[in-house]
């Protein structure tokens, strides 16, 4: 299900089904770069201003899904305009900034973006743009990444399938509105 936070900016309800922190895993194979399965955490937060905050951490992942080593980071904002154009500025760990232009689907919880400019520091590796689809999928965000270098052309690089987690404060919340429960549970469900 689908919340709407209440302090919500209006323009950005039609982003709502990003919010929050989600975590799962997904496969990381491109020329040139370690093919892993890896781990990732996304938060995706607000503050009552037209924007998503966007982190994203991600961390290579052993044959038996234990965290080895960080993969890599993403931050950025996202914006929303009343004809659904999205549009995403976003900053990497390894010396990228990236502007990003998509839309939200029509009827359906999905984001098609492309890389509209990208800039390097001298220590990044080669990167010239993207192609990235999100999309809210049966309560799960899933998302695949496509990206092109001076040498290989656009072609998909890194996918996940990530599940909304619940963090101390809504556990908190939860727990201050339950009221009285029945003391052995099960009449709760009577």
Known sequence: MIEIPSDL????VPLAFL?????GAGVSDFPGSEKCNFGQSVTFSHDGRDVVEYASHTWVLDAEGNKVRALESEHGYWRI???????????RDQGIVE???GELADKKP???LVTDAVARTAASGPYSGGKRLYGYVKGDLMWVGEKATP???LRPYMSAHLKKTVTPEEVAEWAKNLGDLPDDGIAFFK
Do not use: N, S
């Open 9 to 12: 900016h209006p323009d950005l």
């Open 99 to 101: 502007i990003w232009y």
């Open 110 to 112: 999905q984001i098609d």
């Open 19 to 23: 919010l929050g922190t989600w975590e």
């Open 151 to 153: 040498e290989v052309p």
């Open 81 to 91: 305009d009343k004809d659904r154009k999205v549009e995403v500025v976003m900053v």
